[in-house]
């Protein structure tokens, strides 16, 4: 539809109907003869509230979608059609590896695929919008949705939610098979005080727009059509009513001219912050705070056209945020086409079709790291008697919290994939204890609770696995957290795997010392006992539908494992939050050795994580040989200046292998104090046996910057460190320096 005609929509449309534009609601609203129950029900939206809603969240189904279209079509008096917006995280039906586990490939473009994939699987479902990247930088493990993320790295948290929007959008949202993304949740909402679900967030402003910031905006850069607000406050003000940051820095700052979207019930939660008296107080400040859409509470529908007939809101205000949201149904091509890609024909073509599949096995490798390997990995093919032991050798539901279309029946599990590739073993199963206790609460996305056992039944298996494992030369144990241990309100103070499942391992470890443990996580643990008692670990995170094929063709060698950790594992939860690019202080801590008890130390612990950012082995041998720059000075008057940064990299292994060669630099004195190392660039090579590869960065001017004494981002003269290698402790820097 062309502008004008938007406009002349716009102008025709009463009070009612351009406040319904902003009100979003579940799909139960508009299933045929449905039940509303608990926050649905409470909500209170009327009928006539409900006949004009603008969009639909959290349904799916080519043929149900249709009809609730045609249904919302026809009672709205302009016949405009709704958007739905859906969770679709890290895949739709086909289920990609956790985005933590995705950040471990340090392959953006895989990534980028994978968010396509799942564009079109929820597409031809009937959906246009996914409530998808969640661009949140945080480095506390303690922090439930730390699985949604890509880990601790502004900057590679930006590559990804980039590749992400990109993958979801393509060059047209308009187009076949894509969908809108929605870049979340604006702002900072990975920072909770204490690492606590839903908690107060206190960060400096320059913290702020240097390190939380920057993966926002590199999704606005890449298009991103919709951003969803965070539940956290900011500066004491909660971001759904923040209207400096809302719009001053993501619209006029950044640029972003799209829908803005509060997060479920959040507009109504003003009351609860206290910055608002009652729900028509928290519809003025969230409408003039620039949010447009209200999920899942009724404060605008119930409240704008008297703020706005008493002139406490602008009708220029209410006008503003009805057009954005006609302007993206536009932009979907939905005033011709609302249906859009909704097909059955096509979830029937498309959906886990094998090219789906195997993308997810691609990624799913990837993302796999090798943490510990003493050459026990890969397992030999034949001739070895092996015990798979843990809740996790039987399990089919290896996703995360957020995969809300999965269907374990989608997948198989390790212990129906293993025979069957690699036969000509002996094999044991044991599923040995449950994930956790019985009566745990897992008040989770769904219902699956992985407790098969009663306490007498565990105590049972739990004997027969040991009496397995005495008798096995090798014991593989597949142990982790429950799925719906992590993901939203999944926040935890303890980060210890499940007692029973550690109690597993202590048992086994004294009748079998051949023990190769594969963990299934969505946060970093502290596996200080799994790393003492094993002699392989590899880090499975949430692998997805085709994760035990990546876990099996990975453990026995058939895939060599490239995965680098996109976030620190902490020594334990004491140190948290720990990250590889902190600053030196005053008082540096120059080893782990105790030299002097008066710096920035802890009495009882390490510093360094228990494994850094970056780090990840393979079942190659690489080495990192003549690093190399092109020169040492770098002019910020010479347009185009650049210096080239090289290293040669050989695999002395007779395997092939992936290794991610990482590119960091400290800028070593600043006006304020600048990270020891920042990430800068990172290239993922693969090499033949006794291959070597010359790998080349080149580094400007412009990748210098920062948010100086004044706040003005740019870049200042002085010495700098290039360090090129395996993962974040690189060190032995090359200097330059940078002049005017
Ligand atoms: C949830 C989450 C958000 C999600 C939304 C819709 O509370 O915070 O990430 O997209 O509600 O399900």
């Known amino acids: 539809m062309e502008k004008r005609k938007l406009v002349e929509l716009l102008e025709d449309m009463s009070m009612e109907e351009k406040i319904g534009q902003l009100l979003q609601l579940t799909g139960s609203y508009f299933m045929e003869d449905a039940v509303l129950t608990g926050p649905e029900?409470?909500?209170?939206?009327?009928?006539?509230?409900?006949?004009?809603?603008?969009?639909?969240?959290?349904?799916?189904?080519?043929?149900?979608?249709?009809?609730?279209?045609?249904?919302?079509?026809?009672?709205?008096?302009?016949?405009?059609?709704?958007?739905?917006?859906?969770?679709?995280?890290?895949?739709?039906?086909?289920?990609?590896?956790?985005?933590?586990?995705?950040?471990?490939?340090?392959?953006?473009?895989?990534?980028?695929?994978?968010?396509?994939?799942?564009?079109?699987?929820?597409?031809?479902?009937?959906?246009?919008?996914?409530?998808?990247?969640?661009?949140?930088?945080?480095?506390?493990?303690?922090?439930?949705?730390?699985?949604?993320?890509?880990?601790?790295?502004?900057?590679?948290?930006?590559?990804?939610?980039?590749?992400?929007?990109e993958g979801y959008q393509g060059k047209d949202v308009k187009a076949p098979y894509k969908v809108g993304a929605c870049v979340k949740h604006f702002a900072a909402y990975g920072l909770p005080e204490g690492g606590r679900e839903y908690n107060t967030v206190e960060v400096s402003n320059r913290?702020?727009?240097?390190?939380?910031?920057?993966?926002?905006?590199?999704?606005?850069?890449?298009?991103?059509?919709?951003?969803?607000?965070?539940?956290?406050?900011?500066?004491?003000?909660?971001?759904?009513?923040?209207?400096?940051?809302?719009?001053?820095?993501?619209?006029?700052?950044?640029?972003?001219?799209?829908?803005?979207?509060?997060?479920?019930g959040a507009v109504m939660e003003l009351v609860n912050h206290g910055i608002a008296e009652d729900g028509k107080?928290?519809?003025?400040?969230?409408?003039?705070?620039?949010?447009?859409?209200?999920?899942?509470?009724?404060?605008?529908?119930?409240?704008?056209?008297?703020?706005?007939?008493?002139?406490?809101?602008?009708?220029?205000?209410?006008?503003?945020?009805?057009?954005?949201?006609?302007?993206?149904?536009?932009?979907?091509?939905?005033?011709?086409?609302?249906?859009?890609?909704a097909s059955e024909e096509g979830e029937q073509a498309y959906i886990l079709c094998k090219e789906h599949r195997e993308a997810a096995r691609k990624c799913a490798e990837e993302s796999l790291v090798l943490l510990e390997n003493d050459g026990i990995l890969p397992l030999k093919k034949q001739g070895q008697h092996i015990a798979f032991i843990g809740p996790y050798v039987d399990n089919k539901e290896l996703y995360g919290a957020w995969a809300l279309m999965a269907d374990g029946k989608d997948a198989k599990a390790l212990s129906e994939i293993v025979p069957l590739l690699y036969p000509n073993n002996g094999y044991w199963f044991e599923h040995a204890c449950n994930i956790v206790p019985k009566d745990s609460l897992l008040s989770g996305l769904a219902s699956t609770l992985e407790t098969k056992y009663t306490e007498e039944e565990e105590a049972r298996a739990m004997e027969r696995a040991v009496e397995t494992a005495a008798a096995a030369d090798i014991v593989v144990l597949m142990m982790g957290e429950h799925r719906l241990q992590t993901g939203e309100a999944a926040a935890v103070g303890d980060i210890t795997l499940p007692k029973k499942q550690l109690e597993l391992l202590e048992r086994i470890a004294k009748v079998n010392e051949n023990i190769v443990t594969v963990l299934f996580n969505g946060r970093p643990l502290d596996i200080r006992e799994v790393k003492e008692k094993s002699s392989a670990v590899l880090e499975a995170w949430f692998p997805g539908?085709?994760?035990?094929?990546?876990?099996?063709?990975?453990?026995?060698?058939?895939?060599?494992?490239?995965?680098?950790?996109?976030?620190?594992?902490?020594?334990?939860?004491?140190?948290?939050?720990?990250?590889?690019?902190?600053?030196?202080?005053?008082?540096?801590?120059?080893?782990?050795?105790?030299?002097?008890?008066?710096?920035?130390?802890?009495?009882?612990?390490?510093?360094?994580?228990?494994?850094?950012?970056?780090?990840?082995?393979?079942?190659?041998?690489?080495?990192?040989?003549?690093?190399?720059?092109?020169?040492?000075?770098?002019?910020?008057?010479?347009?185009?200046?650049?210096?080239?940064?090289?290293?040669?990299?050989?695999?002395?292994?007779?395997?092939?292998?992936?290794?991610?060669?990482?590119?960091?630099?400290?800028?070593?004195?600043?006006?304020?104090?600048?990270?020891?190392?920042?990430?800068?660039?990172?290239?993922?090579?693969?090499?033949?046996?006794?291959?070597?590869?010359?790998?080349?960065?080149?580094?400007?001017?412009?990748?210098?910057?920062?948010?100086?004494?004044?706040?003005?981002?740019?870049?200042?003269?002085?010495?700098?460190?290039?360090?090129?290698?395996?993962?974040?402790?690189?060190?032995?820097?090359?200097?330059?320096?940078?002049?005017?």
Request: hydrophobic fraction near 35%.
């Open 41 to 165: 029900a409470e909500i209170g939206v009327t009928d006539q509230e409900i006949a004009c809603c603008g969009s639909v969240l959290s349904v799916h189904g080519a043929k149900e979608l249709r009809k609730i279209q045609d249904r919302i079509m026809k009672s709205q008096p302009h016949h405009i059609p709704a958007l739905f917006m859906l969770d679709v995280i890290h895949g739709f039906r086909t289920i990609f590896p956790v985005p933590i586990g995705q950040g471990c490939t340090f392959h953006p473009e895989l990534v980028k695929e994978g968010a396509s994939i799942s564009a079109k699987e929820t597409a031809v479902s009937g959906v246009h919008i996914t409530f998808s990247p969640m661009s949140d930088l945080c480095r506390d493990a303690r922090w439930g949705r730390v699985m949604e993320g890509t880990g601790e790295d502004k900057y590679l948290n930006g590559v990804y939610t980039k590749a992400m929007v």
């Open 207 to 264: 913290t702020l727009f240097e390190d939380y910031l920057p993966a926002y905006k590199e999704g606005v850069k890449a298009g991103a059509v919709s951003v969803m607000t965070s539940f956290n406050t900011l500066d004491r003000i909660p971001s759904t009513a923040n209207r400096r940051l809302m719009r001053d820095v993501l619209r006029d700052n950044m640029g972003f001219d799209g829908v803005l979207i509060s997060d479920y």
């Open 281 to 341: 107080e928290a519809a003025k400040l969230a409408i003039n705070a620039g949010v447009d859409i209200e999920m899942m509470s009724r404060s605008y529908v119930a409240n704008l056209k008297e703020l706005i007939v008493s002139g406490e809101v602008e009708q220029s205000v209410l006008n503003e945020a009805v057009m954005r949201v006609l302007t993206l149904k536009n932009q979907l091509g939905l005033f011709e086409h609302p249906y859009k890609d």
């Open 545 to 740: 539908t085709e994760g035990a094929y990546a876990v099996a063709d990975t453990l026995f060698g058939t895939s060599n494992p490239s995965g680098r950790l996109s976030m620190s594992f902490p020594y334990c939860v004491g140190q948290v939050p720990v990250h590889y690019d902190e600053f030196a202080t005053g008082r540096p801590k120059e080893t782990e050795e105790v030299e002097n008890k008066f710096c920035s130390r802890y009495e009882d612990i390490p510093n360094a994580p228990l494994y850094p950012f970056g780090y990840g082995l393979s079942y190659a041998d690489f080495t990192y040989e003549y690093r190399r720059i092109s020169k040492e000075q770098l002019k910020i008057s010479k347009q185009d200046d650049f210096i080239e940064a090289s290293v040669t990299v050989t695999n002395h292994s007779d395997v092939v292998g992936m290794e991610v060669v990482q590119l960091y630099i400290q800028d070593v004195k600043g006006s304020v104090v600048r990270p020891v190392k920042e990430l800068k660039g990172f290239q993922k090579i693969c090499l033949e046996p006794q291959e070597s590869k010359t790998v080349t960065f080149c580094i400007t001017e412009k990748m210098l910057r920062f948010y100086d004494i004044n706040m003005e981002y740019k870049s200042e003269p002085g010495e700098f460190r290039i360090y090129i290698g395996h993962d974040s402790t690189q060190s032995n820097g090359l200097a330059f320096h940078l002049t005017k």
